[in-house]
């Protein structure tokens, strides 16, 4: 059973600083790219931050600078660093692991169930 666990989401005043954290099971992490989406209330979820299986690393441009995505394998642990928060990253954030199947060459991807982070005073 495959499952995604997204934490360390919460309330947190304009200039501060989060660290989510994804930890997976069930998925052969390593070979995973990794990515954290967000969507905002009455907007489409936006890809924000990706990492691949030999730890490159993409970002969208409204979050480069500020936000720092990391993997660790042996805790199968996806993390997203965010420093200087501002109003407009108030979202819902969720992981999502992504692959292409090695047979059939389709997509295959999962996803938690998001954690909310709320920029504020």
């Known amino acids: 059973q495959v499952q995604l666990v997204e934490s360390g989401g919460g309330l947190v005043q304009p200039g501060g600083s ?4 994804c930890e997976t099971s069930g998925i052969t992490f390593s070979i995973n790219t990794m990515n954290w989406y967000r969507q905002a209330p009455g907007k489409q979820r936006e890809l924000v931050a990706g990492i691949t ?3 490159s690393t ?3 441009d409204s979050v480069k600078g500020r936000f720092t995505i990391s993997r660790d ?3 199968n642990t996806v993390y997203l660093h965010i ?3 501002k109003s ?4 819902i954030y969720y992981c999502n ?3 292409i199947h090695v047979f059939t060459r389709k997509p295959v991807d ?7 982070v709320t920029v504020s005073s």
């Open 58 to 60: 993409n970002y969208a």
């Open 110 to 116: 999962y996803w938690g169930q998001g954690t909310q």
């Open 73 to 75: 394998n042996a805790k």
């Open 97 to 99: 692991s992504h692959r």
């Open 88 to 91: 407009e990253d108030t979202a």
């Open 83 to 85: 420093n200087s928060l």
């Open 18 to 21: 989060l660290r989510l954290s």
């Open 53 to 55: 299986s030999d730890g």
